[in-house]
């Protein structure tokens, strides 16, 4: 059972950043679409950024210019890169593949706070 556990969470002030990692147990990242999702209490969970095993990104406006989603596949590792971080994106980030999103399928996350 392929288990993703994130990490790199904390407190940060406006402008900072931050690098959020997801850690797979085997290698998955070569061969699923891989996505970076967030929440805060009382909202919808929102794509963030998604990569493709192609290569390809997409990310959601609000983000755009200041995160990156990237992977080591040697490492089991999927990244996101938070530059310029406001107080906006303060939220609890999630990693997962495509498919276990769509089943809401959902790991503990990493609490992301920004502070103004």
């Known amino acids: 059972q392929v288990r993703l556990v994130e990490s790199g969470g904390g407190l940060v002030q406006a402008g900072g950043s931050l690098r959020l990692s997801c850690v797979a147990s085997?290698?998955?990242?070569?061969?699923?679409?891989m996505g970076w999702y967030r929440q805060t209490p009382g909202n919808q969970r929102d794509m963030v950024a998604v990569l493709t095993a192609a290569g390809s990104t997409n990310y959601a406006d609000s983000v755009k210019g200041r995160f990156t989603i990237s992977r080591d596949n040697a490492k089991n590792t999927v990244y996101l890169q938070m530059n310029n971080l406001k107080p906006e994106d303060t939220a609890v980030y999630y990693c997962?593949?495509?498919?276990?999103?769509?089943?809401?399928?959902w790991g503990q996350g990493t609490q992301v706070t920004v502070s103004s």
């Open positions: 997962n593949t495509r498919l276990w999103a769509a089943l809401d399928r």
């Open positions: 085997r290698n998955i990242g070569g061969i699923e679409t």
